[in-house]
């Protein structure tokens, strides 16, 4: 490993301790010879994944199908905290699983330990490369051609919103006309909730950090140029949509809600907010968090056909083979089975996310299976729709980092009333240039 790679991993995990990310366990790999995944020789797959991947009925479903398989799987809790857990392990040498799944925030970051990963070429993924839409298998494509990762999901995204909330305050209610209200640029998105903040009182999101992600997210270019450039400070567009969200947390539209907690779900429950940014993956946070904080189907949360600003991508995965396996081959099988387009469509049926298999979004655009917990939506469907014109942007190696450790704070400071737009800017900048540059 060299000098560079062992600093980036260092920061890495500097950063993330900055930012309280709690170090979770995962189960590490055994030390039994390589396993060639043979119908009568016992192996153990260690397997580790974040926030809800809706896996494990399909672990069940393949232990059945290969009795000599057993799947000793772990979860962390967000994708930060995932993040965390692979880099440490990774600068350690040891206690990576057989597989782990990996985030397209911190894809850049992998990329550049890549050889850390076995190329899955060796394991015959060039035979599926049509399976997946382009882009996807692209991404998890290394400088020198080595392919690292077998796409899980992608994240085209809709707006999560409570009916009773929106009847409330007057506006319409159903998916239709939410779509039709909700349709148009940021300013419109931003206007309707000033409208909806002065009937209410209440909040329209839950917290700017979100909202923000997604807007980055919309930009041909983020946090980094296509070349790998950073892309942040002097970037007139980007500070353009931070002064427009600005403007609408100053004006009280923020819930100045916690990532990932929200009051221990309920907030989605108690009409604290209204509105909810939904890459297809958030459609199982959102019933979680709401069963968590007592509530159900009838607590009124619905999912619209409409994005503002137009399409986006917000996450998706990848599962990746750490070269310290040794099970390699029994692991790819494994992974390669839980992407194949049809698990694709059950893990969607079990957690809501979308597939990035071409198959499976055909498969999804034709089932309007309507979601009991969101008021019938055809969610499935709607996000087939919310996929066209999908392209992820390029992430560069502190994507994620950017995110979270510099303008995560910056944003809570705002929405917490701390300081104004320009100073959670210049707070941004200030923690860039101390985390990243």
Not at 217 to 225: A, F, P, V, W
Not at 357 to 363: G, L, N, P, R
Request: proline fraction near 3%; glycine fraction near 12%.
């Amino acid at each position: 490993m060299n000098t560079r790679t062992q600093r980036r991993m260092t920061t890495a995990v500097a950063v993330a301790s900055i930012s309280a990310l709690a170090l979770v366990g995962c189960a590490g790999g055994t030390n039994a010879s390589d396993s060639g995944g043979s119908a009568d020789e016992k192996v153990t797959l260690t397997v580790t994944t974040f926030g809800t991947f809706g896996y494990d009925d399909l672990y069940k479903e393949y232990e059945k199908q290969n009795p000599n398989v057993t799947i000793e799987a772990s979860n962390i809790d967000t994708g930060g905290n995932a993040r965390t857990d692979a880099f440490t392990k990774l600068a350690a040498g040891s206690g990576l699983s057989d597989i782990v799944a990996i985030e397209e925030g911190w894809l850049g970051a992998v990329m550049e330990v890549s050889d850390s990963f076995v190329d899955l070429r060796d394991y015959g993924i060039e035979d599926r490369k049509s399976d997946w839409v382009d882009w996807k298998y692209a991404q998890g494509t290394d400088a020198d051609g080595r392919v690292i990762g077998y796409g899980t999901d992608i994240g085209p995204s809709g707006i999560c919103y409570n009916g009773a909330a929106f009847e409330a305050a007057g506006l319409p209610s159903d998916r239709e006309s939410v779509a039709e209200l909700l349709n148009g640029d940021w300013e419109n998105f931003f206007a309707v909730g000033a409208d909806y903040k002065a009937k209410t009182g209440k909040a329209w999101f839950d917290h700017s950090g979100f909202v923000w992600n997604a807007m980055v997210n919309q930009l041909d270019e983020g946090y980094y140029t296509a070349d790998g450039e950073l892309n942040v400070d002097g970037n007139a567009e980007l500070k353009d949509r931070f002064e427009l969200l600005g403007a609408a947390v100053e004006g009280g539209q923020s819930a100045a809600q916690a990532a990932w907690d929200w009051n221990g779900g309920k907030s989605f429950v108690d009409g604290t907010f209204a509105t909810f940014v939904c890459p297809g993956w958030m459609l199982g946070v959102v019933q979680g968090q709401v069963e968590a904080g007592g509530g159900d189907a009838s607590t009124g949360w619905d999912f619209a056909d409409v994005f503002p600003g137009g399409a986006v991508n917000w996450g998706g995965a990848f599962l990746t083979i750490p070269e310290s396996s040794q099970h390699k081959e029994a692991a790819a099988a494994l992974a390669d089975w839980l992407t194949q387009p049809e698990q694709q469509v059950k893990q969607s049926a079990s957690a809501g996310n979308f597939p990035s298999t071409i198959k499976a979004q055909e498969t999804l655009a034709a089932d309007a299976t309507p979601n009991a917990f969101f008021n019938d939506a055809p969610t499935g469907a709607i996000l087939a729709e919310r996929a066209k014109g999908v392209v992820a942007q390029f992430k560069g190696a502190d994507d994620s980092v950017i995110q979270e450790n510099v303008f995560g704070p910056a944003l809570n400071s705002l929405d917490r009333g701390e300081t104004d737009t320009n100073g959670a800017w210049d707070q941004a900048i200030k923690l860039l240039n101390e985390l990243v540059n």
